[in-house]
Nanobody
């Protein structure tokens, strides 16, 4: 399975921006759909955004549509989640996930997870 290493995240004020990165260990990254999920304390892991293996299709949860942008650079084997207009309710641990030839929109379809990164949005 592909190994994923996340970077980015941190503390930001409401209305600010952050970019998360997810670097893959394999040069076959271009065969993996990639998803972004988040988990707040006491809540289940939820879908945020996803992108197909070729970058041709993207998907977003309604709560982030218009504010977050998912992208990927297959030459660098890296995926990204650009988060703008952040709100306190976006506070969570964010995870990237990969699955071969599948666009992962449900946590139980993800075979490989990044280590997670904390995003905290203050008022």
């Amino acid at each position: 399975q592909v190994q994923l290493v996340q970077s980015g995240g941190g503390l930001v004020q409401a209305g600010g921006s952050l970019r998360l990165s997810c670097a893959a260990s394999e040069r076959t990254f271009n065969t993996y759909g990639m998803g972004w999920f988040r988990q707040a304390p006491g809540k289940e892991r939820e879908f945020v955004a996803a992108i197909s293996w070729d970058g041709g299709s993207t998907y977003y949860a309604d709560c982030v549509k218009g504010r977050f942008t998912v992208s990927r650079d297959n030459a660098k084997s890296t995926g990204y989640l650009q988060m703008n207009s952040l709100k306190p309710e976006d506070t969570a641990v964010y995870y990237c996930g990969g699955e071969k030839w599948i666009v992962p929109k449900y946590p139980n379809t993800v075979a490989s997870w990044g280590q997670g990164t904390q995003v905290t949005v203050s008022t």
